[in-house]
């Protein structure tokens, strides 16, 4: 890299740079609509109610939730889910013992394969569930895991 392009790019990230940060610039379109009132709730129900309203949940063999049955350390809990409901607009996953229970709220577009894999921390032995949203109606599992080394502060 020559010196003359160095100053160049240099330049140009510094200005991007400064522009974001005094809001001159704003990437709306990399910012993510966050559920707040969701990830704030202290309990799943109330979670799940901010998420999706007053639906009826229902439990199905279609969502596959892969977790240990042990996890060592709960700062880094793995969990790999696949399914095979079609049409899937959003999987929330819970876990009930947490002091804020969502952990991870994604939403898909079209054409989604139904398979992910995500790591959530968990306080401490709990359930941990999965609710997933497809044509406008709520499907759900759930898993036992118990941690012996919690990863929430304890």
């Given amino acids: 890299m020559n010196r003359r392009l160095f100053l160049q790019q240099s330049f140009q990230y510094g200005f991007v740079s400064l522009a974001i940060t005094t809001g001159l610039l704003h990437p709306i379109r990399v910012w993510a609509k966050r559920p707040d009132l969701s990830f704030k709730s202290t309990k799943i129900k109330d979670a799940i109610n901010f998420l999706h309203g007053n639906k009826e949940i229902v ?40 002091a804020y229970p969502l952990a991870s709220h994604l939403v898909f577009h079209k054409g989604f394969n139904g398979n992910f894999d995500v790591r959530v921390k968990m306080s401490e032995t709990s359930d941990v569930y999965v609710v997933a949203e497809a044509d406008g109606k709520l499907y759900q599992t759930h898993k036992s895991i118990k941690v012996t080394l919690g990863g929430c502060g304890g």
Avoid: M, R
């Fill in 59 to 98: 439990d199905t063999d279609q969502i596959q939730l892969k977790a240990p049955t042990i996890a060592e350390n709960g700062a880094t809990v793995p969990l790999a889910i696949k399914t095979s409901i079609n049409n899937i607009d959003s999987i929330a996953i819970f876990v009930e013992k947490n």
